[in-house]
């Protein structure tokens, strides 16, 4: 499980405690200025009983090139069509490459990633056909796949909108508060509630008819 410590993935990681599996958590720590969500991902880790679950950091501030790495304002002016500077280069491709690398070192052959193409259909790593192509490159790319075993990616968030995740939520009884979507989090430790992620997180609870416990500096 790739598991960031926001609401997708935390539902993501309550879906596939409901389904049966064991879960091992991956979180990575690629000092992102939302740093909170690593607290976030250590809580859901452990409220869902996670076998393990490993903090792995990775230092993307080195490339830079994204408002969520590097010295670049996050825009608080609304959602727009084009790819946001929030976009951190071939993020997913990266964290999914990690998480195939662990699976196959523990024997896992199943692979959960919160991705969500109607939310975020300008991040190209959220695509269905990005995840369709990773699974066929897990299969390319190992030991395990070269001698006949099948890696399954689960996305099953891919095609729900913010307030279905919502609902999911609220189904799994889990606490909105306890996962992190907020980019940019004020000195308080309050959420901005104005970034691109905490405006689709509020629209989406607001659709739903749910109360997000998340507090925000902006109402």
């Known amino acids: 499980m790739l598991l960031s410590g926001g609401l997708d993935s935390m539902v993501c990681a309550g879906l596939a405690r409901e389904a049966g599996f064991a879960l091992n958590a991956l979180t990575i720590d690629y000092n992102q200025r939302h740093r909170r969500e690593l607290d976030a991902a250590r809580a859901i880790a452990t409220h869902l009983g996670a076998e393990r679950h490993v903090v792995l950091p ?19 002016d609304g959602l727009g069509d084009d790819i946001p500077v929030t976009y951190v280069p071939a993020r997913n491709l990266v964290f999914l490459s990690l998480t195939l690398a662990w699976a196959e070192a523990i024997g896992a052959r199943d692979i959960v990633i ?93 659709k739903a008819g749910i109360a997000d416990t998340t507090r925000y500096a902006q109402n």
């Not at 993307?60 to 996050?74: H, Y």
């Not at 796949?145 to 095609?159: K, M, N, R, S, T």
Request: overall charge negative; glycine content about 12%; some cysteine.
């Open 58 to 76: 990775l230092d993307l501030r080195q490339f830079g090139g994204s408002a969520l790495t590097d010295d670049i304002a996050v825009p608080k």
């Open 114 to 206: 919160g991705v969500n193409a109607l939310d975020y259909s300008g991040y190209p790593d959220c695509r269905p056909e990005f995840i369709a192509g990773f699974a066929d490159l897990a299969r390319l790319a190992t030991k395990a796949g070269a001698e006949g075993g099948d890696f399954v990616i689960h996305a099953p968030l891919q095609y729900l909108g913010k307030a279905d995740i919502a609902r999911e939520a609220g189904r799994l009884g889990l606490d909105p508060a306890m996962s992190w979507s907020c980019y940019d989090p004020q000195p308080d430790g309050l959420a901005c509630g104005l970034c691109d992620s905490c405006r689709l997180r509020r629209e989406g609870f607001a």
